[in-house]
């Protein structure tokens, strides 16, 4: 049985361990543009021993950011910007992986502490969000997205295509799109945001033809030996959970035919009155499902912070790899803590030598 520190491959990379530090926004950018914050925080967090690190929502157009703080990579100045990244990244022992991301109708808001609203119109920075539909995310707000056009389409489409040629130029050498959390991507998948009519709309192949193409596009440019990976919201917690769910694994179905070689199972959250059951390792279960039921890896994050559990998921064949986010901002150097716990041989070997010789030698 697989075991949590045991190495993973997929296609011609392979991590050193199956902890992954999870796309975790900053919203610290200008302008789509890293900055001194983002290199010492990915520095850090690759530092800390994990196999794959995945840099966070990276937006494909500047309309497709969530905030006027997000990363973005539509274009080239800002591949070159994120080369160091990629590299402190793997220089510290891990697999630099990136989330290309469009946030849209949730896009052009506040950073969630200052309440992650819309931004005020007269906002210089404001700008208004497209969607695959124009229904907002509040009902009865006015902050009402533009229904995309069939040019609209393409343009994202090749956004998507774009920012990934330009993330493997960038040195990253894993790729996952964010198909979830109530994003441009889920909106097209959900019946209760996409109200179309065209042949993006209706029937659940038509809901899902937007993902495909964005799959189709990024694969004619991403190095086809790396891993394409997405994070798909599976799951609609309302009066009927198992419907969003079944249509899911069927998306899953033609993703894994169109060439994405890895699903992270995520959180749909595709409208605000959603009860998420939240609580420990919740998500698990349908990861769980997602992977007996498809035949495709699976990871999932969402509460899981024990070591032991990380441990259990793996070798029950549950997970093959566990993302991690909270719990590595609460402790950059979790990976060695989880070693210690599980007994693994020479756990101060997950670290660099500055600190594993500290620590191992004053853990006590």
Request: with cysteine.
């Amino acid at each position: 049985m697989p075991k949590l520190f045991d190495c993973f491959t997929l296609k011609d990379i392979t991590l050193r361990n199956r902890i992954v530090a999870s796309p975790m926004c900053q919203y610290q950018a200008e302008n789509g543009f890293v900055n001194d914050w983002h290199r010492s925080h990915y520095s850090m967090l690759a530092r800390g021993g994990v196999g794959l690190l995945i840099v966070e929502a990276t937006a494909v157009s500047p309309e497709g950011r969530i905030t006027p703080g997000d990363l973005g990579l539509w274009s080239d100045a800002h591949a070159e910007g994120l080369t160091p990244v990629a590299t402190a990244i793997k220089q510290a022992g891990a697999v630099a992986g990136i989330q290309l991301g469009h946030a849209g109708r949730k896009a052009g808001c506040t950073p969630p502490w200052k309440g992650g609203t819309p931004l005020d119109r007269q906002d210089p920075q404001a700008w208004r969000p497209v969607a695959a539909s124009a229904l907002p995310y509040v009902l009865e707000s006015d902050y009402v997205p533009r229904a995309m056009s069939l040019a609209d389409i393409r343009k994202a489409v090749h956004d998507f295509r774009d920012a990934a040629r330009r993330a493997s130029d960038a040195g990253f050498e894993w790729l996952e799109l964010h198909f979830a959390h109530g994003f441009l991507a889920q909106t097209f998948l959900s019946s209760k945001t996409n109200a179309r009519e065209d042949q993006y709309g209706g029937a659940l192949k038509n809901r899902a033809r937007f993902m495909l193409e964005v799959v189709e596009a990024v694969k004619s440019v991403w190095p086809s030996h790396l891993p394409l990976t997405a994070r798909l919201g599976v799951v609609e917690f309302d009066s009927c959970p198992e419907h969003s769910f079944a249509e899911s694994l069927q998306v899953i179905r033609w993703l894994k035919t169109a060439g994405i070689d890895f699903v992270d199972v995520g959180l749909a959250l595709s409208t605000p009155d959603e009860q998420v059951p939240w609580g420990p390792n919740f998500m698990v279960p349908y990861a769980e499902r997602v992977r007996r039921e498809t035949g495709i890896p699976v990871s999932t994050s969402w509460m899981i912070t024990r070591a032991s559990d990380a441990s259990d998921f793996i070798q029950d064949v549950k997970l093959d790899l566990v993302f991690f986010a909270r719990t590595l901002l609460t402790n950059p150097h979790w990976v060695f803590q989880a070693a210690r716990e599980l007994g693994i041989v020479a756990p101060e070997s997950v670290l660099p030598q500055p600190y594993a010789y500290w620590l191992q030698n004053w853990a006590e």
